[in-house]
């Protein structure tokens, strides 16, 4: 199984970003899949979770901002970032929802 986040990077406040999940290793359109995150000083937390046929989930923190989706024709797990906020500011996660798999994750950083 591999994971291999992309996409982070530093951004103003009430900006976008859109992170990538490139997964292999696995039938990837029969798994779950989540984005998890890690602030400085803090446990990961749950940001959002997407089944294999489509049905998101969000934590409390970010749904309206954020969008979790999925390609399974390319294997791929996406999370669109909008308006985001300062306390968005974390390592991100990707995260095959069967089995304790991750990836190396990708820092994103908003400033106000």
């Known amino acids: 199984v591999q994971l291999v986040e992309s996409g982070g990077g530093l951004v103003l406040a009430g900006g976008s970003l859109r992170l990538s999940c490139a997964a292999s290793?696995?039938?990837?359109?029969?798994?779950?899949m989540n984005w998890y995150r890690q602030a400085p000083g803090k446990q990961r937390e749950f940001v959002a979770g997407i089944t294999g046929v489509g049905s998101a989930n969000y934590a409390d923190s970010v749904k309206g901002r954020f969008t979790i989706s999925r390609d399974n024709a390319k294997n791929t797990v996406y999370l669109q970032m909008n308006s985001l906020k300062p306390e968005d500011t974390a390592v991100y996660f990707c995260?095959?929802?069967?089995?304790?798999?991750w990836g190396q994750g990708t820092q994103v950083t908003v400033s106000s």
């Open positions: 995260n095959k929802g069967m089995g304790n798999y």
């Open positions: 290793g696995f039938i990837f359109s029969i798994n779950p």
